[in-house]
């Protein structure tokens, strides 16, 4: 009886969690993207090793991405990337002005949000070569036509490999304060603290540590009360959050100088044909702006500067950063 309230609770509140987003994002969507496979059987409650029910934190066939979008579905599309940690919440200021003249999408990445959450070895291990994975199984739900990808930060490898095996589908790709030099490899202490061996497991299920605190200290940017409850509510609520942030930071502590390597060969590659901009937040605590402008060069992608903005430009700049990608994507088409 105390699991099925506890249920209940917890679907009450994601209700509320939805309709706040769709408040200020227009729409949501549930949309089934990526089988559940793994040597170790399906996706399991990460507490009690139990089957997952029909409406708990992680299915166990087929995964389930949290999505919102604005705009008329018949106008070119753009797919939102949120970075790490983060969620599809931190564009909440961009989606509307690109709903005028787009078809704009934002998603939880698995792990992340209100997208589901597996047990770590069951299912999805977070690996970043499961996330291009992951990726490309949702692309095939979302976009039909060429799109355009905006991506922020940590997440900008990864979904720089996806790009470069799918360019046939790609009008732009913009690059939000990605890492792409050497300096760039090695996690920021606020987040590799997450990799830790036990201290990570503990500050991982922190919700205060995982969430808004860990976001505010990328950049200039100051969180509202309101906002910052949406960034910590699934901490709250599960603690599945929590040892998906682990698992990811320990995947990222790993392969990341890798995926950065491969990142920098595509993008001076003469291979790669799809224009690429760089929006540079100049106040980014985490990443170094020594080297962009140069990389930029070699690379011959267009660079923007943002005086004012953070890691999270989206979160200190969300309208200026949505009339770069109007403006952007409207020379491509």
């Avoid at 409406?55 to 018949?74: H, I, K, L, P, T």
């Avoid at 005028?100 to 792990?111: I, K, Q, S």
């Avoid at 913009?174 to 090695?186: E, Q, R, S």
Wanted: hydrophobic share 40%; charged share 25%; net charge negative.
């Amino acid at each position: 009886m105390l699991l099925c309230l506890l249920e209940m609770d917890f679907l009450l509140l994601e209700e509320s969690i939805q309709m706040d987003l769709v408040d200020q994002m227009s729409g949501f969507l549930r949309i089934k993207a990526h089988p559940v496979r793994s040597s170790r059987g399906n996706a399991k409650d990460p507490i009690f090793g139990l089957k997952m029910g029909a409406e708990s934190q992680s299915s166990d066939d087929v995964f389930r991405w949290f999505c919102v979008e604005a705009g008329n579905s018949s106008n070119p599309r753009i797919i939102l990337i949120h970075g790490f940690p983060s969620q599809a919440y931190s564009f909440r200021k961009v989606l509307p002005v690109l709903s005028e003249d787009y078809h704009a999408v934002a998603f939880d990445w698995l792990g992340f949000g209100f997208s589901d959450k597996p047990q770590p070895k069951y299912g999805f291990d977070y690996t970043l070569d499961e996330y291009v994975s992951a990726l490309e199984s949702l692309v095939e739900k979302l976009a039909v036509d060429k799109f355009s990808l905006v991506v922020q930060g940590y997440f900008a490898p990864i979904v720089m490999k996806y790009a470069s095996h799918h360019q046939e589908k790609l009008r732009n790709l913009i690059l939000v304060n990605p890492p792409m030099t050497d300096k760039h490899a090695k996690l920021p202490s606020t987040l590799s603290i997450f990799s830790n061996f036990l201290l990570g497991e503990i500050f991982s299920q922190d919700p205060l540590r995982a969430s808004d605190k860990t976001l505010t200290s990328s950049g200039p940017y100051m969180m509202k009360e309101e906002d910052a409850m949406v960034y910590r509510r699934p901490y709250l609520t599960s603690g599945s959050s929590g040892f998906a942030l682990n698992a990811i930071s320990r995947a990222m502590k790993k392969d990341l100088r890798n995926y950065i390597e491969e990142m920098k060969k595509v993008l001076i590659s003469e291979a790669w044909t799809i224009p690429t901009t760089v929006c540079w937040g100049m106040r980014d605590r985490w990443l170094s702006y020594d080297g962009v402008a140069d990389f930029c060069k070699i690379s011959n992608s267009k660079l923007v500067e943002l005086q004012m903005a953070g890691h999270h430009v989206q979160e200190d700049y969300g309208e200026e950063l949505a009339n770069i990608i109007s403006q952007t994507v409207s020379k491509g088409k």
